[in-house]
Every structure is written in structure tokens, then in C-alpha cells.
């Protein structure tokens, strides 16, 4: 409901289809960087004396933060998810599982930047930035896709 009403709001800051583009665009680049880092030392490398030391509930959030992100991304096919999970579960419960696991996508970011706050390894620095970046995409690009292209995504 406070979702609906900041998209409707937001008909009234549009900018520029450009420049909606491009702030999308570096929006996207920005919170990938962060996560490809993570990925890079949480991935143990060849050498056995360099060995990443990463705690153990970084892998699982690094991992959601990531799933959230593709969720995010612009053409991610959601009606055909959305039809493979209506083929699998009764149909009464599909709107529910949608609407549960966009909540749990658009929560993982601020958890796991809140959980890395706290922490002092490389790994969770990247966490931290990942996890800002991927709920400040959360945020804005339905109102950056809005102004790209004139129609809001859902």
C-alpha cells in the first residue's frame, strides 16, 4: 500500500527518459561491483597458503544479496517464475509465495548491510556496500524504469 502510493508520487518527480536511463544503468554497474568483489574473496583461490578467511553467515547473505539483485534487474522474465511457480504449488497459495519472496528479496539487502555493519573482514565490507546499493535499487528504479519508459514494471 505505501509501495502503490510512493509510485503514484513519483508521477510527479519524473526526469528525463536519458538521464533515467543513464542513472539506471549506473545504479546497476555501481551495486554489481560490490558483489562481484564479494564473490572474488569469499571463492577460495588455487594458491593453498592464501586461503579466504570468511565467516560463515556471509556465503548465505552474499548469496540472497545476489539473488536480489537479478530480481531487480530489468528483463528478468517474472511471468514466466511466476507461471513455473503456479505449475508446482496449488493455486491458491502462488499470489502468496510471489508476494513472500519479493518481500524476503526486497529485506535481504538492508539485513545483510546491517549484519555487515558490525563486522570488520574485507568480505563484509563489499557486503555492506552490496547490501546499500542493492536495497537503494529496491527503491528507486521502479520510478527510474517509470521515467525510462513512461509505464511503471509490475
Known amino acids: 500500500m505505501a509501495f502503490a502510493a510512493l509510485l503514484a ?3 510527479y518527480f ?12 549506473t545504479l546497476l554497474l555501481a551495486s554489481a561491483a560490490p558483489i562481484a568483489l564479494a564473490w572474488a574473496r569469499a571463492i577460495p583461490s ?5 586461503s579466504p578467511s ?6 548465505p547473505l552474499l548469496v540472497f544479496v ?16 511466476e ?17 513472500t519472496a519479493q518481500i524476503i528479496l526486497i529485506l535481504i539487502p538492508g539485513a545483510t548491510a ?10 563484509d565490507q563489499t557486503l555492506l556496500w552490496s547490501g ?3 536495497a537503494l535499487l529496491w527503491l528507486v528504479s521502479p520510478f527510474l524504469t517509470k521515467s525510462w519508459l513512461g509505464a511503471a514494471p509490475f
Open 9 to 11: 508520487a513519483a508521477s
Open 14 to 25: 519524473r526526469i528525463p527518459p536519458v538521464l533515467a536511463f543513464l542513472c539506471l544503468s
Open 46 to 50: 588455487d594458491d593453498p597458503e592464501k
Open 54 to 59: 570468511v565467516p560463515r553467515g556471509s556465503i
Open 66 to 81: 545476489s539473488l536480489s539483485f537479478a530480481a531487480r534487474v530489468p528483463g528478468v522474465p517474472r511471468a514466466w517464475l
Open 83 to 99: 507461471s513455473w511457480i503456479l505449475g508446482y504449488f496449488p493455486a491458491d497459495w502462488a499470489p502468496w509465495l510471489v508476494l
Open 114 to 123: 546491517l549484519h555487515a555493519a558490525f563486522r570488520t573482514k574485507p568480505v
Open 132 to 134: 546499500l546499493l542493492v
